[in-house]
């Protein structure tokens, strides 16, 4: 499961941030998207069912973009910025999730983020803006 978000209005946020040097302000970026997709992650955690082997310890928040999604991404300055919210490497994620033809769906991963969504779309706004702060300061 994947969402993806666009966020419109935020040239100048990027512009700002394109004059810190290109790295420093893509792990900015990266540190911003994993302190306000952790929240997420944690809630994910606790709606997880218990029985299903390494799913719970599974869960985390790391940024994922392999070769081929790079491709399909558009280009830009932000544009391989990319963070994975959820189980990997554990198929109990997509079995728990949607069900089998054995048993039924016990959802965490999208009730999870429904719940948080704009909270989380706030955190890393406001989180943003204060590295823009920062950098108008210097």
Do not use: C
């Not at 394109?18 to 997420?40: D, S």
């Not at 558009?74 to 990997?88: C, Q, R, T, V």
């Amino acid at each position: 499961m994947k969402t993806t978000i666009k966020l419109h209005g935020l040239k100048g946020v990027e512009q700002k941030l394109a004059q810190v040097k290109g790295a420093t302000a893509k792990n900015k970026m990266r540190k911003v998207l994993r302190e306000a997709g952790e929240p997420v992650a944690r809630r994910m955690r606790s709606l997880a069912p218990e029985d299903e082997g390494d799913l719970r310890e599974s869960i985390d928040v790391s940024p994922l973009l392999n070769r081929s999604q790079r491709r399909m991404h558009p280009k830009g300055y932000f544009a391989d910025l990319e963070m994975h919210i959820g189980p990997s490497g554990v198929v109990q994620g997509i079995t728990s999730e949607f069900g089998t033809f054995f048993h039924g769906a016990s959802p965490f991963a999208r009730p999870a983020w429904d719940g948080m969504e704009m909270k989380t779309l706030d955190t890393i706004g406001a989180l943003v803006w204060v590295e823009v702060e920062k950098k108008a300061r210097r």
